[in-house]
């Protein structure tokens, strides 16, 4: 892996723990009130071993797992699915996590990924690591992404 | 009752003080609250302003995507600000994205027309801010905030300032009262002068003088009045001793003057009372060569009364006064002299003299002597005939009204009925009536079958009458 490569991949990691830190899940979004925090990453795009960093942290006070998923229907829990494009229909229509909550922010790093249903894509804006947000698929899932946050995205698709 | 005009000075100009630092401390705290409130006012409206400014940028992105709960979230800061009741958050047609409350029982009334700026009553303030994304305007915000604070502020203020107002004024009364000392001592020292200077009458004491302004040079002048006094004084006991001298010396020399003129008058009445006495020797040299018995008599009649006026300027001498005889002596003198010129037989004749201390002016006392001679000399020649024994009493009383009453009277054998008591028969009679005439007075005959008595009553002559008498 490029060097290159895994700084993106520390940033993007960064960005996603950060960004899931100013988005809120409701309550029946989690099993119990113990219930971790899950990342889930789909393969291929896992962001290398990047995640890692996350493990033991907590966010919005539940312990943050970390958790890789080689297909679709092995993903059983995840509160943030990061997956690629393709991958992303099969999880909306298929993805056994959907059974025990639709509450899922998806995040993606294509250049299409938010205009695919996806919610939240990263992206480059002149070399600069951006996000892109569909509000739409957000409030669907009735998830609440901080304004300021959205403030701050290249895009927020709102209808 | 109380009246600040009897204070005394140091008292009065410390409280003078004292009022006019609470006066002027009032004003100053009353101005420094105005000025207090209007500038906590302003800060309140400028904080609010920033308040409104602050909540208008961070609620921006949740008008914009519309997050209610970021809108709340945001409003929900105002919780810090205990002054600021309740928020609103617009959006663009005016509907309410988020609003907030901090009294969960109260509610905001928002104004019919929203108007960007701030307004003020005696409750509440308000700010509206309108909010714009890329100069869209996508809502507005509004805040109210209560105005207690501002009015517990002021009555802290208002607390503070009268506290300081008493210290102030209690710090320049005690303060005043020390300092003030420096006028009212000078001025309380010039009283007490002026005191003591009044009651002691001691013109030598002086003011002290406590410095060189205005109460000095007052010590001054004062002193230089005393100056000035006890000069004055000094003057006039030189020229009243120098005055008294004078008179002493011309009341010696008038005591001089008049001691010759008694010296002069004495000797005067001496030699009158010796001329007389030398006529009454003669007369009675005379006498003896008279061989009628009846010329004889009529000599020794007039022996006697010569003998009564000589003895009235031999008073006169003999007395310190010069002017007035007093009777009391005289009349024995005379009664003496009158029984040793008549009284030649053997038989027992009683006098009986009661006169009063009375002083008798020349003029009146030389008439009234011939009287006394006449009576006395009749009684003694006719009242007691061949050796009788009797009394003859001579009387002399002052009356009310400034009368004198003389009685002569004896008990002898009255008188006949042959002797009248015309004014023309006898020479002493003529020599009555005409005496008693001199004198303003009346003779009355009260008894001459019994014995006689004569009662003269004449009033008593001061000096100024008897000179006019005739």
Known sequence: MAEREVGEYQAKTALIYNFAKLVQWPDSAFIADDSPFVFAFLAPDTLGSAPEILRGKRIHGRVLEVRYYEDVQSIREGNVLFCSPDSLAKVLADAPVYRNSLHVLTIGQSGDFAERGG??????????????????????????????????????IVD | MFSVRDLPLARKLSLIVALTTVIGMAITSLASMVYQVFTFTNFMIVELGAVTEVLGKNGTAALRFQARRDAENTLSSLRAKDHISGAVLLNADGSILASYVRDDNKSIALPAVIKEGWEIDYQILTWTRHIHQD?????????????????????????????ITLAA??????LGFM????????????IATANRVSKERDYSLRATKYA???????????????NEIELR???????????????????????????????LLKEIHHRVKNNLQVITSLLNLQARDIVDEGAQKLFINSQSRVQTMALIHERLYQSDNLSKVNFAEYIPALVDSLFSTYKTGSQEIDLQIDVEELMIELDQAIPCGLIVNELMSNALKYAFPEERSGTIVVQLHALEDNM????????????PEEVGLEANSTLGWQLLNILTRQMRGALEVLERRQGVHFRITFPLMLESTTKNMV
């Open chain 2, 179 to 190: 300092f003030l000392r420096a006028v009212a001592d000078p001025i309380n020292n010039l």
């Open chain 2, 169 to 174: 004024a209690a710090l320049a009364f005690l």
């Open chain 2, 404 to 415: 004198l009453e003389l009685n002569v009277s004896d008990n002898g054998i009255g008188l």
């Open chain 2, 135 to 163: 100069d869209d305007f996508i809502g507005t915000i509004y805040v109210e905030s209560e105005l207690d604070e501002l009015y517990v502020q002021a009555a802290k203020s208002a607390v503070a300032m009268l506290f």
């Open chain 1, 119 to 156: 919610m939240v894509d990263l992206t480059f804006e002149e070399d600069q690591l951006a996000f892109i947000v569909n509000l739409v698929e957000a409030r669907r899932a009735n998830l609440e992404i901080n304004a300021n946050l959205l403030d701050l995205a290249a895009k927020v």
């Open chain 2, 212 to 226: 060189d302004d205005d109460l000095g040079q007052l010590s001054v002048e004062f002193n230089q009045m005393l």
């Open chain 2, 233 to 263: 004084d000094v003057e006039m006991e030189r020229r009243v001793a120098q005055r008294t001298e004078e008179l002493s010396r011309a009341n010696s020399d008038l005591s001089g003057s008049l001691q010759e003129k008694v010296v």
